[in-house]
Nanobody, 130 residues
């Protein structure tokens, strides 16, 4: 049975940092496309970053230079390090996974279709105050 469990969400001030974790069970993270999405209140899902099964990350433009995705194969865990946070980063952050390669559109400047991911976590809330 597949489970993705996120943690690490918190309330921090603008300029602060957070590290989100996603513990995976039911498959190994280095065999799937792993991605982080977020959803702000009243808005659609928005891609943040992804890492393919070879460990190569891609990011949306707003995340480039501020966010970093990594994974620990031994712990079967995906991470999202977020720095220089602003109130615009306030959202529920979701870990997601899809078999095979990451969609070609999961790159900066493109629309990231969240329905292409098969498995989802329950989300973790990030709130940034000014």
């Amino acid at each position: 049975q597949v489970h993705l469990v996120e943690s690490g969400g918190d309330s921090v001030q603008s300029g602060g940092s957070l590290r989100l974790s996603c513990v995976v069970s039911g498959f190994t993270v280095n065999t799937y496309c792993m991605a982080w999405f977020r959803q702000a209140p009243g808005k659609a899902h928005e891609g943040v970053g992804a890492v393919d099964k070879w460990g190569v990350p891609t990011y949306q433009r707003f995340a480039e230079g501020r966010f970093n995705i990594s994974q620990d194969d031994q712990k079967n865990t995906l991470y999202l390090q977020m720095n220089s946070l602003t109130p615009e980063d306030t959202a529920t952050y979701y870990c997601a996974a899809g078999p095979g390669e990451c969609p070609a559109a999961y790159n900066a400047g493109f629309y990231w279709d969240h329905t292409l991911m098969t498995y989802w976590g329950q989300g973790t809330l990030v709130t940034i105050s000014s």
